[in-house]
């Protein structure tokens, strides 16, 4: 059955640096980890972006101080993103070595089927792009979570069903392993639920 790929495991967390609280699913190629994203000596880490590409507080604001000015200029040349997409940039100071930007929605209960759609997006945008430019470990921030609005459990479930398919489709070879990075206890809630189950989309 399903539950069984799905069973928890320690990961190594050597080429993620000092960080512990890391477990993995999908035979170790789903990991979820706790610490700041500035720190990841992965391929690519992915930022909570708004449209501008232009920086802005949470993780965001995070990303362009640990890069240095180097990563505005460049993100000055991308002329924005769309909600649900993604572009790539270099990194700069950081250890990792690039940064993809997605934008993730807006949080509005009105409108939940339009906000889970851009998150899918972000995500599958963002995993696209990895292997497009031939990264194979990519971290990601919990889009949308915070100053967008989104509510933890169906973020948690929207990245973890649409890492799955992807790793399940005709690139998830390419990848090693997707990390997702939490920050505040209710995303760590939030996965930890999420991860061991089945949540594959229908
Ligand atoms: N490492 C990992 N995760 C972090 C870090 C960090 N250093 N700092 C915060 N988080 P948010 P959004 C988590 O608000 O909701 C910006 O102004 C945080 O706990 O950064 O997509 C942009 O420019 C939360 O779980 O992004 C946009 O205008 C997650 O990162 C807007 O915020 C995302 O929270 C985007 O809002």
């Known amino acids: ?22 477990t993995a699913a999908h035979n170790g190629q789903i990991g979820i980890i706790r610490g700041d994203i500035t720190t990841l000596a992965v391929d690519a880490i992915v930022n909570a972006a708004n449209k501008s ?16 000015p180097g990563l505005v200029a460049e993100c000055r040349t991308l002329d924005g993103c769309d909600t649900g997409s993604s572009k790539i940039t270099n990194a700069y100071k950081l250890p990792a070595k690039k940064v993809i930007h997605t934008v993730g929605p807006i949080y509005n209960s009105l409108y939940q089927q339009r906000c889970e759609a851009a998150l899918r997006g972000c995500y599958q945008s963002a995993l696209q792009l990895a292997v497009q430019n031939e990264l194979k470990t990519i971290a990601f921030s919990a889009i949308s979570t915070g100053i967008y609005g989104y509510p933890s ?17 005709e690139d998830g070879d390419k990848l090693d392993r997707i990390i997702f990075v939490t920050f505040e206890e209710k995303d760590v809630n939030a996965y930890n639920r999420i991860l061991p189950s089945d949540t594959s989309s229908e």
């Open 1 to 22: 059955t399903l539950s069984l790929l799905y069973k928890l495991n320690k990961i190594d967390p050597s080429p993620l640096g000092p960080l512990n609280n890391a």
């Open 53 to 68: 590409l232009l920086g802005g507080g949470g993780v965001d604001g995070a990303i362009h101080r640990a890069a240095g």
């Open 153 to 169: 459990p169906a973020a948690a479930r929207i990245a973890c069903s649409t890492a799955k398919d992807f790793l399940n489709g």
